[in-house]
T-cell receptor, first 113, second 112 residues
Framework: DTGVSQDPRHKITKRGQNVTFRCDPI?????LYWYRQTLGQGPEFLTY????????KSRLLSNRFSAERPKGSFSTLEIQRTEQGDSAMYLC???FGKGGPQHFGDGTRLSIL | QQQVKQSPQSLIVQKGGISIINCAYE??????FPWYQQFPGKGPALLIA?????SEKKEGRFTISFNKSAKQFSLHIMDSQPGDSATYFC???????????FGQGTELSVKP
């Protein structure tokens, strides 16, 4: 079991550009979560999927953000028209079933120039 | 009501000592309380977790104490080692494994 994998690990982009991150969960996990973590803070929930269905979205997820999990396996998180405030670590976690513990990837660090 | 408050913000402990980190919550619907350890540049790693039907859970050097009436829970790290130096986060969720609400984190430094 290789754990939760995120790609890329680092992304540097100019303000106004679109970026897309990918998350590959642990293979048998049916739940997939996205969180955002800024420096010195705990992770904040963004959204989660059960299989391919997106079941909850945070108020933090503005209309510039979109997440998909088309076949219930990997997921993508896209940010359109990036802003300075989007600079953060974007973390993905996965779990099996409703009560399973969440296991995190090492995140994608986004820097906006 | 969704907040989880964590203290202290930073902690320095001598090698071999006991590290204690505290968390408090308001939402009585929370039913799952994990602790995560995070090293710089890495994602949070699950250390230990507890549900409110027990008051204490121990795994190796790590113990969670849970006080349901006070709505507080704490992490005790016994025989702290320099390798334990990291940031620790408490978290809570309800409905058995929904989104996690994290505390603000505690930066632990264990001095040799």
């Amino acid at each position: 079991d290789t754990g939760v994998s995120q790609d890329p690990r680092h992304k540097i982009t100019k303000r106004g550009q679109n970026v897309t991150f990918r998350c590959d969960p642990i293979s048998e996990h049916n739940r997939l979560y996205w969180y955002r973590q800024t420096l010195g803070q705990g992770p904040e929930f963004l959204t989660y999927f059960q299989n391919e269905a997106q079941l909850e979205k945070s108020r933090l997820l503005s209309n510039r953000f979109s997440a998909e999990r088309p076949k219930g396996s990997f997921s993508t998180l896209e940010i359109q028209r990036t802003e300075q405030g989007d600079s953060a670590m974007y973390l993905c976690a996965s779990s099996f079933g409703k009560g399973g513990p969440q296991h995190f990837g090492d995140g994608t660090r986004l820097s906006i120039l | 009501q969704q907040q989880v408050k964590q203290s202290p913000q930073s902690l320095i402990v001598q090698k071999g000592g006991i590290s204690i980190i505290n968390c408090a919550y308001e939402n009585t619907a929370f039913d799952y309380f994990p602790w995560y350890q995070q090293f710089p540049g890495k994602g949070p790693a699950l250390l230990i977790a507890i549900r409110p039907d027990v008051s204490e859970k121990k795994e190796g050097r790590f113990t969670i104490s849970f006080n349901k009436s006070a709505k507080q829970f704490s992490l005790h790290i016994m025989d702290s080692q320099p390798g334990d130096s990291a940031t620790y986060f408490c978290a809570a969720s309800h409905n058995q494994g929904g989104k996690l609400i994290f505390g603000q984190g505690t930066e632990l430094s264990v001095k040799p």
